[in-house]
Nanobody, 125 residues
Framework: QVQLVESGGGLVQAGGSLRLSCAAS????????MGWFRQAPGKEREFVAA????????YAADSVKGRFTISRDNAKNTVYLQMNSLKPEDTAVYYC??????????????????WGQGTQVTVSS
């Protein structure tokens, strides 16, 4: 089992920044690729970004590329999502998740075995 707890969400004005954190406990964090997903009201949960277990490869959705950066610190069992130039359409509940896979599977929520409870991000216009 891997337990994941997100933090860092909140209310921010458009153009602002937030940094989300996801703290992991349980099985060896460094074995897992980590992903961030988000779900806006009335919409399906969608992929945001993912990072390989070693931190040397990342993916990001086109909608956030150049604005959001995923990173991890395996010594602290934590993955981060730095979000800059936020837009109202980024408003959603953000979830972190863990998977033993990588490659194409990292883009799909069904590939992830463990999920956090989510943290709300609200961007006002």
């Amino acid at each position: 089992q891997v337990q994941l707890v997100e933090s860092g969400g909140g209310l921010v004005q458009a153009g602002g920044s937030l940094r989300l954190s996801c703290a992991a406990s349980g099985r060896t964090f460094s074995n897992y690729a980590m992903g961030w997903f988000r779900q806006a009201p009335g919409k399906e949960r969608e992929f945001v970004a993912a990072i390989r277990w070693s931190g040397d490869n990342t993916y990001a959705a086109d909608s956030v590329k150049g604005r959001f950066t995923i990173s991890r610190d395996n010594a602290k069992n934590t993955v981060y999502l730095q979000m800059n130039s936020l837009k109202p359409e980024d408003t959603a509940v953000y979830y972190c998740a863990a998977t033993l896979g990588w490659g194409a599977s990292a883009w799909y929520l069904g590939s992830y075995d463990y999920w956090g409870q989510g943290t709300q991000v609200t961007v006002s216009s």
